[in-house]
């Protein structure tokens, strides 16, 4: 374990500190961070300066082989913000890594200048330097992988917001095709919705189409049942459609009481729909002159 | 009379509570309407709950017992304008509204009144 | 459990349930429930007042703001001194009413809450707890 006092980065940093960020930033060009043009010139510099602030106050203060002291408190907050920022930005976890990376070159050179003559500190410092560096940058990867699994379920939730969307087939027949797995609480939501919908466009008649649900559980089916009795509450009636063999099965298993009309289709269910509101569809009439 | 105004449309009471009401009110409001419905013969009782965002038993058990009155009377009672989340809260309660029909607004309300007594064969003139 | 704010009122008489849909409603909205949610524990709480005023012989409510780290709810206590109630358990079921009621009051508002408790002694008094978080 290293002792804080026994390396000498952390001066190194404070007194060249200029010199340090001109060069990592020549690095970080070089190797294309900023390539992209999603981050500015001043944003990186900005964020280059800060860092090299914290990592010098944490290898001042901490020990350089364990970032998970008080002392790193500071780089570890920063780090997450910058791959944070990387992920929903779009870069690749090694773009974002090569941020920290990239900074080997110029403290390597630098030490080399320092203490170039002593072959033992030279070694033991520079070991200590790349050590500490291949922390951070894994560090930076991790948060980086966490920001990102963070946005794809935020969009995954946006999907499922998209799937369900409620559908007027016809003046006064509403039309809710359920896709994917449904949880309580998105059941819930997208059951409210529903009856929403049902109120403002004075729908009479809403088919619920479960074609694009693989399967239907007890806490699942009785949202369904709760929402077909709160329509009839309203003064509209719930039609199920697309109710495949192996949820049949699973109903009568369950032994839920499935008090509505349910149909094979949703083209059935639209056929009943249209019947209920004394609705035909008929052919027209005259036919089309020749020529059209 | 109480103070939820009972309106008269052909042949058709139109009940229109706009207020949170205390019980008095409720008693009230059903005693007004046996009246109202047996001196102008109404054959259909609209009430409309479109601005009422709480329903709880009681106001349940008013609506069902103007039902059970206006049927005896042989009156036709819709409730219309139920709110989503009062149906949802009706739904988890327990409560069920028997004997009492209803629709989405007071237009799809009259047209249940009229299409129920219509196929009763009222030969009473006037009434299309 | 954390109480941010606590407000008392009395539950004598059928204008208190009105007045206590509207404080309720009040808390409820500044917790940030949804309306779906509102709807529940302000019917629940019409039920219990109702309850208390008719048969505990009227008693007090207490409405309680509550934060646990970032969830936030609402608990209500309506306690009355009046006869208690005997059975507590067919109180509880669906359709059981001792008076003119659907029987309701208590099995329902149950099924509104999040918890849901009474604790009752025959000739002593009633409290019920009910608690809706977001």
Known sequence: MRQAAQTIIPTLIERDNERILADWTACQKREGVAARGQISEAQLGDQSKRFLTELRQGAAAGTLDDLSGPEWDGTRVLLDTVAGERAVQGFSPAETAVFVLSLKEPLFTLLREEVGNDVETLARETWAASLLIDKLGLYTIEAFQKSREEVILRQQEELLELSTPVIQLWDGVLALPLIGTLDSARTQTVMESLLERIVTSSAEVAIIDITGVPTVDTLVAQHLIKTVSAARLMGADCIISGIRPQIAQTIVHLGLELDVVSKATMADAFALALRRMNKAVTDRAQPKQSGE | MGEIPILQIGDCLLVSIQVDMHDQLAMSLQDDLTVRIVGSRARGVMIDISALEIVDSFIGRMLNNIAAMSRVLDAVTVVVGMRPAVAITLVELGLTLTGVRTALNVDKGLAMIRRIIDSEGDLRAGRK | ?134
């Open chain 3, 1 to 134: 459990m954390p109480v941010e704010s606590s407000e008392t009122m009395p539950v004598a008489h059928s204008g208190d349930v009105v007045r206590v849909r509207q404080a309720v409603r009040t808390q409820a909205v500044a917790v940030g429930f949804s309306l779906v949610d509102q709807t529940k524990i302000i019917t629940a709480a019409s039920e219990i007042a109702r309850n208390t005023v008719d048969y505990g012989g009227g008693g007090t409510l207490q409405i309680e703001m509550l934060r646990e780290g970032t969830r936030r709810g609402v608990r209500l206590t309506f306690t009355d001194q009046g006869p208690g109630i005997e059975d507590l358990e067919r109180a509880m079921t669906d359709g059981y009413t001792t008076g003119h009621g659907l029987g309701l009051g208590m099995s329902g508002a149950k099924r509104l809450c999040n918890e849901f408790q009474v604790k009752s002694t025959p000739g002593q008094g009633t409290i019920v707890t009910l608690a809706r978080w977001r």
